[in-house]
Nanobody, 115 residues
Framework: QVQLVESGGGLVQAGGSLRLSCAAS????????MAWYRQAPEKQRELVAT???????NYADSVKGRFTISRDNAKNTVYLQMNSLKPEDTADYYC?????????WGRGTQVTVSS
C-alpha cells in the first residue's frame, strides 16, 4: 500500500508560479515512477510529467520549459514547480505512483490561474 498526499495548490495570476508537493508513505521502496496528472473541468485526465527512481524526467509538450518535476528521496516527496502559469493550466492536479503490480493516486490539489 502507498499513500499519496498532495499540497501546494491555490489561486495564482497568469505568469505566476506555484510549487506542488506530493508526500508518499507506505511501500515506497516499490515505487518505480512517480508522476503528476491534471484534469480540467469537463476534460479527461492528462499526464503532465513523470520522474523515474533515478531522476529521469519527462514532460507533456504543453508544459515543457515551464514546469519542473523533481523528487527528494530522503523525504519521500515529489515536487512540481510550475512557472509562467497560464489560465489553461487551471485543473485539479493529481500525484501518481507506479508500482510493478498497481498504480496509486492522491486525492488531488486544485490549481486556478486567473487571467
Amino acid at each position: 500500500q502507498v499513500q499519496l498526499v498532495e499540497s501546494g495548490g491555490g489561486l495564482v495570476q497568469a505568469g505566476g508560479s506555484l510549487r506542488l508537493s506530493c508526500a508518499a508513505s507506505g511501500s515506497i521502496f516499490s515505487i518505480n515512477v512517480m508522476a503528476w496528472y491534471r484534469q480540467a473541468p469537463e476534460k479527461q485526465r492528462e499526464l503532465v510529467a513523470t520522474i523515474t527512481r533515478g531522476g529521469i524526467a519527462n514532460y507533456a509538450d504543453s508544459v515543457k520549459g515551464r514546469f519542473t518535476i523533481s523528487r527528494d528521496n530522503a523525504k519521500n516527496t515529489v515536487y512540481l514547480q510550475m512557472n509562467s502559469l497560464k489560465p489553461e493550466d487551471t485543473a485539479d492536479y493529481y500525484c501518481n505512483a507506479q508500482l510493478p503490480t498497481r498504480t496509486y493516486w492522491g486525492r488531488g490539489t486544485q490549481v486556478t490561474v486567473s487571467s
